[in-house]
């Protein structure tokens, strides 16, 4: 299993573009996440999902947009970039019913600066 | 709102033990969780314990929990240079069954001197 796999690596970005970054899951699991980490302040989420075709806006939605129209990938899509997304994104999977509560298994992250 | 508190940085010698600590807010908390993420990588779940536990010990890590005053520590014991990282608490908020979403704590960065 390849586990959780984000695209690209890293991206540089003008003021006004857009992209989307790229997240797929190879364990089946219903549960998906984005976060973004920046420095000295943690993880913060932008946008879940509980399954195919089901997504909900996370603690930092405003300049984002998810779409899960599979269980394996979870797409997020940034429209008008803006210096304040420079950040670390990642992507995170869970199965939705497991011994232990729910360990959440993370992908390598996107490092995207917006100029 | 809910909060996870944790200091952001912590330096010892190999072979020191290290202690890191951590405060949460939602008492109602089944499970709380130690993650950990090298330079350049993702989070990786360390440990984790139940709510009706007060330590959980797995090799050299140690959880200490201490419901009365949400505070959680996990200790390392013989602290290796491999164990150099950022270390992230994490709760479920509440009102989250069924969603797997954690709330996570600033993180606390681990430096360990040879």
């Known amino acids: 299993n390849a586990g959780v796999t984000q695209t690209p690596k890293f991206r540089i970005l003008k003021i006004g573009q857009s992209m989307t970054l790229q997240c797929t899951q190879d364990m089946n699991h219903n549960y998906m996440y984005w976060y973004r980490q920046d420095p000295g302040m943690g993880l913060k989420l932008i946008y879940y999902?509980?399954?195919?075709?089901?997504?909900d806006k996370g603690e930092v939605p405003n300049g984002y947009n998810v779409s899960r129209s599979t269980t394996e990938d979870f797409p997020l899509r940034l429209e008008l970039a803006a210096p304040s997304q420079t950040s670390v994104y990642f992507c995170a999977s869970s199965a939705s019913r497991q011994r232990g509560g729910y360990e959440q298994y993370f992908g390598p992250g996107t490092r995207l600066t917006v100029t | 709102g809910e909060d996870v508190e944790q200091s952001l940085f912590l330096s010892v010698r190999e072979g020191d033990s290290s202690v890191i600590n951590c405060t949460y807010t939602d008492s109602s908390s089944t499970y709380l969780y130690w993650y950990k993420q090298e330079p350049g990588a993702g989070l990786q779940l360390l440990t984790y314990?139940?709510?009706?536990?007060d330590m959980k010990q797995d090799q050299r890590l140690t959880v200490l929990l201490n419901k009365k005053d949400k505070h959680l520590s996990l200790r390392i014991a013989d602290t290796q240079t491999g164990d150099s990282a950022i270390y992230f608490c994490a709760e479920p908020p509440s009102g989250s069954s069924n969603t797997g979403k954690l709330i996570f704590g600033q993180g606390t960065t681990l430096q360990v001197k040879p």
């Open positions: 314990i139940f709510s009706n536990m």
């Open positions: 999902s509980v399954g195919a075709g089901i997504t």
